[in-house]
Structure formats: C-alpha cells, structure tokens
C-alpha cells in the first residue's frame, strides 16, 4: 500500500500539486518543495543572433519593404537577402538578382524545348527610329502577366538603343533585322545589368514557362521619309507610353515629300492593310490589279475599300511606298524569316 500511495504523490509532484518526499522517513526533497512548478520552453537547437539591421523594428520594416519595392521579389526572399548580407541594401539587391538568375537558368534549361506558340509583339517609336519586337510564352495566360509584357518592353528597349548605337549617315531608310540568338546578345540597358538573355532567364524563372526571345525588325529614316505603324489588339505599355503590345504588327515604309496632318492616319491604314491582307512584296503602281490571292501589296484590293487596289488608294495621297515589315505572332519559322 506505501508503495502505490508513493507512486500516486510522485505522479502528483509532477503536475506540481504537492510536496514530494522520500520514500519512507526523511525530509522534503530540496529539488521538489512545494510550491508553484516553473514550466520552462525546451531550448531551440540554433539561436538567431539578430544582425545590427534588426536592431529597429521599425527600421528593419522599412528596409523590407524599400528592397521588396525595388526588386519585386517576395518577403520571405527579401527578408534572407537583408539577413544574409547584413542589412545592407545595395548588396541585397545584387544577392536577390543572382539567386533569381542562377534559378531561372536551372528553369530555362528545364522547360527548354516546350513550344513557345503564343506571346506578344511589342512596337516602339522614337524619333526617326522604330522597333518591332516578338517575345513568345507557352500561354495566352502568360502572355497577359505584367511580369511578360515588361520583358517584351526590355527586348523593345534594348533593340531601340542598339539601332541608335548604329553610326551611320542616312541618305534613304535603313532596315535591318535580328535574329533570336543576336536579339539575345544585346545588352539589356542602362538600368540593367547583363544582356536580353539574361532579363529572358528571370522572367522564366519568375513565370515558369518556356520564352523566346524570337526577332526583331528596326528602322531609321531621314527627313522625307515616314514609318506608319499599326499593331492588330494593341494595349500600352503600363509604363512606356510609345510602346504598343499585340498580337500583329506592321511597319510602313513611306516617301513623302512634304509632312501634313493626314500622314499619322494614312500610316495606321496602311498598316492595317499589311497585317490584313499579308503581302509578300510593294510592287509597282504600273502592276495589273490582283485578287485575293494577290502577294504585291499595291495591286491587292484594298483592305478598307476591296472595290479599288491600294495602289489607287495611295496614289492621291502624295506617298509613295517603299517597303514594310509584318510580324504575327507565333507564325512558323519560314514565314519569319521570309525577308
């Protein structure tokens, strides 16, 4: 009977109810006297050592979010980057932007080879220079992510600065293409480091989908020469005003002898024309009317009014034109290299 009595006071000295003694005679044992019994938390196996950039709450919040507005990268990445490099902001920075990259290369290598059918076509002006660009995803969905429409807006930009880079004395209009592995050797900008490849690897890595940088088309005109541009579903650029996003794209090349306020719009037909009607050549005002199956743009039926050819639709305008580029998006490889 002592014994069970003595294991019912052990089990009770446990929840801290009572005074434990020996078993038998004897005093109260020193470790368990009565009295209120201290809980203590079990010691965690590592101690975080807050750094010196943890030592206001206040400022340390405020670092977080600086570094998460500037980077766009989530809490939890850019509270490891502050950790790691000691709250300093700059080297943050740089940290989040090589963790991306080394991860959006690992993506891209995965995903490599998955079609790449959907995407945008980016058009951009400035002065005497226009740019057409072809970014491609896997999905429409994709291609509606911010996140893409900014990459498209890097390529478009980065495109801009290497036509301007091009010293060289215009008499006429200057036309060049590039292909994806040159569009992807280009420097991505003055605000950016590495090249287009580089910006296309981050975006993989934050979309984790296949993309390709796929072409690009560029022209620089002297005075007396206009590009009119259209772009098939345009929507702008959230943040470049002179950048138009869609799903086609033309460039109309034109000579003019004299700039009036009817030449934007003028443009703008005629690059409906060419995204419509898809001539393979200008042609010559001298040409036979063709039909529908007709491939010189001024002998085909004119987009807007099919009872007269572009040509006859040209010809009292004052323009002549001169060449034209047009990208779709997605269209297969010999189309796009048809130039």
């Given at each position: 009977?002592?014994?069970?009595?003595?294991?019912?006071?052990?089990?009770?000295?446990?929840?801290?109810?009572?005074?434990?003694?020996?078993?038998?005679?004897?005093?109260v044992l020193p470790s368990l006297q009565a009295g209120p019994l201290l809980l203590q938390s079990p010691q965690p196996w590592h101690t975080f050592h807050a750094g010196p950039w943890l030592s206001s709450s206040a400022s340390s919040k405020e670092l977080l979010m600086k570094l998460?507005?500037?980077?766009?990268?989530?809490?939890?990445?850019?509270?490891?980057?502050?950790?790691?490099?000691?709250?300093?902001?700059?080297?943050?920075?740089?940290?989040?932007?090589?963790?991306?990259?080394?991860?959006?290369?690992?993506?891209?290598?995965?995903?490599?080879?998955?079609?790449?059918?959907?995407?945008?076509?980016?058009?951009?002006?400035?002065?005497?220079?226009?740019?057409?660009?072809?970014?491609?995803?896997?999905?429409?969905?994709?291609?509606?992510?911010?996140?893409?429409?900014?990459?498209?807006?890097?390529?478009?930009?980065?495109?801009?600065?290497?036509?301007?880079?091009?010293?060289?004395?215009?008499?006429?209009?200057?036309?060049?293409?590039?292909?994806?592995?040159?569009?992807?050797?280009?420097?991505?900008?003055?605000?950016?480091?590495?090249?287009?490849?580089?910006?296309?690897?981050?975006?993989?890595?934050?979309?984790?989908?296949?993309?390709?940088?796929?072409?690009?088309?560029?022209?620089?005109?002297?005075?007396?020469?206009?590009?009119?541009?259209?772009?098939?579903?345009?929507?702008?650029?959230?943040?470049?005003?002179?950048?138009?996003?869609?799903?086609?794209?033309?460039?109309?090349?034109?000579?003019?002898?004299?700039?009036?306020?009817?030449?934007?719009?003028?443009?703008?037909?005629?690059?409906?024309?060419?995204?419509?009607?898809?001539?393979?050549?200008?042609?010559?005002?001298?040409?036979?009317?063709?039909?529908?199956?007709?491939?010189?743009?001024?002998?085909?039926?004119?987009?807007l009014d099919p009872s007269i050819t572009l040509g006859q639709y040209v010809q009292p305008q004052g323009v002549s034109v001169v060449d034209f580029v047009r990208f779709e998006c997605g269209e297969g490889e010999e189309a796009a290299e048809a130039e």
């Open positions: 009977m002592s014994l069970l009595r003595s294991l019912r006071l052990c089990l009770l000295a446990r929840a801290g109810s009572c005074p434990v003694r020996a078993l038998g005679p004897g005093p998460r507005r500037r980077t766009g990268y989530s809490f939890v990445n850019c509270k490891k980057a502050l950790e790691t490099c000691g709250g300093d902001l700059k080297q943050a920075e740089s940290w989040l932007h090589k963790q991306a990259q080394k991860e959006g290369w690992s993506k891209a290598a995965r995903l490599h080879g998955r079609k790449t059918k959907e995407g945008l076509i980016g058009l951009l002006q400035e002065g005497n220079t226009t740019v057409l660009v072809e970014v491609n995803c896997e999905t429409d969905f994709v291609s509606r992510n911010l996140k893409f429409q900014q990459l498209v807006q890097q390529v478009a930009l980065g495109t801009l600065l290497h036509c301007q880079s091009l010293k060289d004395q215009l008499s006429t209009y200057s036309k060049g293409f590039l292909n994806s592995s040159e569009l992807s050797e280009l420097p991505a900008g003055r605000e950016r480091e590495g090249s287009l490849k580089d910006q296309l690897a981050l975006a993989i890595g934050r979309l984790g989908e296949n993309m390709t940088l796929k072409r690009a088309a560029w022209v620089k005109v002297p005075a007396g020469f206009y590009v009119g541009s259209y772009v098939h579903g345009a929507m702008h650029s959230p943040s470049l005003h002179n950048l138009v996003l869609g799903k086609y794209g033309a460039l109309v090349i034109c000579e003019t002898s004299e700039r009036n306020a009817n030449l934007e719009d003028l443009g703008r037909r005629l690059g409906q024309h060419v995204v419509g009607m898809a001539p393979l050549s200008v042609g010559s005002l001298d040409d036979e009317p063709g039909g529908e199956a007709e491939t010189k743009m001024l002998s085909q039926p004119y987009l």
